[in-house]
């Protein structure tokens, strides 16, 4: 069964992957002094922080779909599953104990305070969700610190310097 939230987090984890490579690209520029590898590096980095963004927007608004994503997930959700998830959070039932949703083995029915599982669980997965989305601002902002680092360094290398070919480079390579 296709989990809604599969794809941004799928993508989070495969632009992980995908940065380490491009890292590698970035240091092999910097240790080579390579005018190609760091301009590939800049390139790549750029195009990575346009879709490490989507991703983390799509998360964001995946948040406003939580209550119909728990509500169609607990009408499919077999009863151990249900049995489970009551027993964790300490209610009964999705919307209330006697709404007919609730697994057999209901712990907190003999208690004046049992509650439906719904606003529990949609606010534990509102919190997962906003971390998600921290981790890739976060992520973000790092990505966007390493352009900024790599424009220096390539100012720094080509501004007019010799590199290690002995070669003198031109004064428009400054720019980027």
């Known amino acids: 069964?296709?989990?809604?939230?599969?794809?941004?987090?799928?993508?989070?984890?495969?632009?992980?992957?995908?940065?380490?490579?491009?890292?590698?690209?970035?240091?092999?520029?910097?240790?080579?002094?390579?005018?190609?590898?760091?301009?590939a590096f800049f390139v790549l980095l750029f195009l990575l922080v346009l879709a490490?963004?989507?991703?983390?927007?799509?998360?964001?608004?995946?948040?406003?779909?939580?209550?119909?994503?728990?509500?169609?997930?607990?009408?499919?959700?077999?009863?151990?599953?249900?049995?489970?998830?009551?027993?964790?959070f300490g209610c009964c039932g999705f919307d209330s104990p006697d709404d007919g949703t609730r697994g057999p083995d209901c712990p907190c029915l003999a208690t004046s305070s049992c509650t439906g599982c719904f606003p529990k669980l949609k606010e534990d997965l509102e919190d997962a969700l906003e971390v998600i989305a921290g981790f890739g601002t976060f992520v973000c902002a790092l990505e966007l610190l390493?352009?900024?680092?790599?424009?220096r360094l390539k100012r720094d290398i080509f501004g007019g310097q010799i590199d290690s070919k002995g070669q003198q480079y031109e004064s428009w390579l400054n720019t980027f």
Do not use: F
Request: charged share 20%; aromatic share 4%; glycine share 6%.
């Open 52 to 88: 490490q963004s989507s991703v983390t927007i799509a998360v964001l608004a995946k948040e406003d779909e939580v209550s119909d994503l728990l509500r169609d997930e607990w009408r499919d959700a077999k009863n151990d599953t249900k049995n489970d998830i009551q027993r964790q």
């Open 146 to 151: 390493a352009l900024a680092i790599c424009v």
């Open 1 to 39: 069964m296709h989990h809604p939230l599969v794809s941004p987090l799928a993508g989070i984890i495969a632009m992980g992957v995908i940065l380490l490579c491009i890292g590698l690209l970035g240091w092999y520029g910097a240790q080579r002094s390579s005018r190609r590898a760091l301009s």
